[in-house]
C-alpha cells in the first residue's frame, strides 16, 4: 500500500489557461474521489467514479472542469479557463467500496495570477 | 442539505495539556470520521465512528448518534498534534461523499 498519489504537488498558472492534475489511488481501491479545499474551509465534494464511470458530480463542477478515470484506474481533473477563483487545493481520496473509508492524498494546489 | 459544525474554530495548548474538540451535525447520519489535516495539506484518517467510542493511544472520540454530535479528545498534546481536525459525515446517508466541518485549527506550543 503505497497511499494515494497526486502530481503535480503545487502548481502556478495565469488567469486562462488550462491545466491538469493527476491522482493515483490505491491499486485495489475501485472509487475515487474530487474534493476541493479552499483556504480556512473544509474540503468540498466535487465528484466520484467507481471503477472508469463517473457517478456522481457536485454543482461545484462548472463546465469549465471535467474529470476522467479511462481504464478504472488514474484519474485526471483538468480545468479550462482558469481563474482566479479557482485556485485551491484538489485533493483526491480512493476507497475499496461502497461505505470503505477514502484515504487521502497529499493534494495539489493550485495557484491563479 | 447537512450542516456539519466544529467547535471551537482555533485552539492554542500548552504541550500537555488535554483538549475536547466538537462536532455537530443536523441531521442523522450512518458514517462520521474524523480526520488530522497537518501543515502540509495531507489528510490522515484518524476514527471511523458513527457511534460509541474509539481510543487510539493519546487521542480517543466519542459520537452520540441520537443527539447528534461527536466529541474527539486529545490528552497529552504533543507539538506533532498541531493542524487542523475535520470531523465528516457521510451524506446523504448511504451515499458516495463526505461533507466537512470548517475545522478546528490546533497549535502545541512547547
Known amino acids: 500500500d503505497t497511499g494515494v498519489s497526486q502530481d503535480p504537488r503545487h502548481k502556478i498558472t495565469k488567469r486562462g489557461q488550462n491545466v491538469t492534475f493527476r491522482c493515483d489511488p490505491i491499486?485495489?481501491?475501485?472509487?475515487l474521489y474530487w474534493y476541493r479545499q479552499t483556504l480556512g474551509q473544509g474540503p468540498e465534494f466535487l465528484t466520484y467514479?467507481?471503477?472508469?464511470?463517473?457517478?456522481?458530480k457536485s454543482r461545484l463542477l462548472s463546465d469549465r472542469f471535467s474529470a476522467e478515470r479511462p481504464k478504472g484506474s488514474f484519474s485526471t481533473l483538468e480545468i479550462q479557463r482558469t481563474e482566479q477563483g479557482d485556485s485551491a487545493m484538489y485533493l483526491c481520496?480512493?476507497?475499496?467500496?461502497?461505505?470503505?473509508?477514502?484515504?487521502f492524498g497529499p493534494g495539489t494546489r493550485l495557484t491563479v495570477l | 442539505g447537512i450542516q456539519v459544525e466544529q467547535s471551537p474554530p482555533d485552539l492554542i495548548l500548552q504541550e500537555g495539556a488535554n483538549s475536547t474538540l466538537r462536532c455537530n451535525f443536523s441531521d442523522s447520519v450512518n458514517n462520521l470520521q474524523w480526520f488530522h489535516q497537518n501543515p502540509w495539506g495531507q489528510l490522515i484518517n484518524l476514527f471511523y465512528i458513527p457511534s460509541g467510542t474509539k481510543q487510539n493511544g493519546r487521542l480517543s472520540a466519542t459520537t452520540v448518534a441520537t443527539e447528534r454530535y461527536s466529541l474527539l479528545y486529545i490528552s497529552s498534546s504533543q507539538t506533532t498534534d498541531s493542524g487542523v481536525y475535520f470531523c465528516a459525515v457521510e451524506w446523504p446517508p448511504g451515499g458516495n461523499k463526505l461533507v466537512f466541518g470548517a475545522g478546528t485549527i490546533l497549535r502545541v506550543k512547547s
Open positions: 491499486s485495489e481501491h475501485n472509487r
Open positions: 481520496a480512493s476507497s475499496l467500496a461502497k461505505g470503505g473509508q477514502p484515504r
Open positions: 467514479f467507481q471503477n472508469e464511470a463517473q457517478l456522481e
